[in-house]
């Protein structure tokens, strides 16, 4: 590649790590950023994941160093998560991804009404810390993201947002806390899917990683700060703008 794409690469990882800190869906930068660079859509969606990990590291920490981290609960919750992503990378090639997306993108069109209507159930969690284990709703919806998750990353936060906030009880900073380490967690497990089936471009992905990481780094403060209040807002933008696109193409 020319040279002056690599920083037009790091600046999509900034704002793509961002976006995945504060609600989700900034793979769907990153993804479509490396795909216009020529890369085949798979390697692309691989090599998206080293980013993810390392973004969701800082991320997770930032969160832990700032208190609003359950950790044992987003533990918990990410066992579910990581047999369903490893599914999910495994068949990630024999789906119809396009009625998938179309599927998803209605999806997001009625999580949106959801957040617009039910504003309070985003802003005022009932709970701290997840005590025992998930139950089975809750298992059952975190195998069902993981899948997702595994299959193609762009616009799973969302999906686990509202999943920590509606069926665990999170409010969504916590919920944004839990989601990064639930993330990183199968996200590990799929990128060794990918590796096996010689779909990553490690250059590219570190290179992604470090404007990630920096994103990553710069929305824990910024959803601490401001509080439940704002991150909704920039969750509304991003579910609007994953329906758009999710939709159109």
């Known amino acids: 590649m020319d040279w002056y794409l690599y920083p037009l690469i790091v600046l999509a990882g900034f704002f793509a790590g961002a976006l995945n800190t504060l609600a989700g869906s900034g793979s769907l930068i990153s993804i479509t950023l490396l795909i216009f660079l020529g890369f085949p859509a798979t390697v692309a969606n691989g090599t998206n994941r080293v980013a993810i990990i390392f973004q969701n590291i800082v991320g997770g920490s930032s969160y832990q160093r700032k208190g609003v981290l359950d950790g044992p609960g987003a533990l918990r919750l990410s066992i579910p998560a990581v047999f369903g992503a490893v599914i999910g990378a495994q068949i990630a090639v024999n789906l119809n991804e396009e009625l998938m997306r179309r599927v998803i993108g209605i999806i997001m069109l009625a999580m949106l009404l959801i957040i617009l209507l039910r504003p309070q ?25 993981g899948v ?37 967690f199968f ?23 470090s404007g990630n990481m920096l994103g990553a780094w710069m929305a824990t403060r910024w959803a601490v700060e401001r509080g439940a209040a704002w991150v909704r807002i920039v969750l509304l933008f991003s579910v609007a703008m994953s329906a758009a696109y999710l939709l159109s193409t």
């Open 148 to 184: 997702y998750g595994g299959f193609i990353q762009a616009g799973v936060g969302i999906f686990l947002l509202a999943a920590l906030v509606l069926a665990v009880g999170y409010d969504i900073v916590r919920a944004n806390a839990a989601k990064v380490v639930i993330v990183l």
């Open 121 to 145: 159930r985003w802003l005022q969690g009932s709970l701290q810390n997840l005590s025992g284990w998930p139950n089975a709703k809750q298992t059952l919806t975190m195998f069902a993201i």
């Open 187 to 209: 996200t590990l497990f799929a990128l060794v899917v990918f590796v096996i089936n010689d779909q990553v471009d490690w250059g590219i992905g570190l290179l992604l990683a």
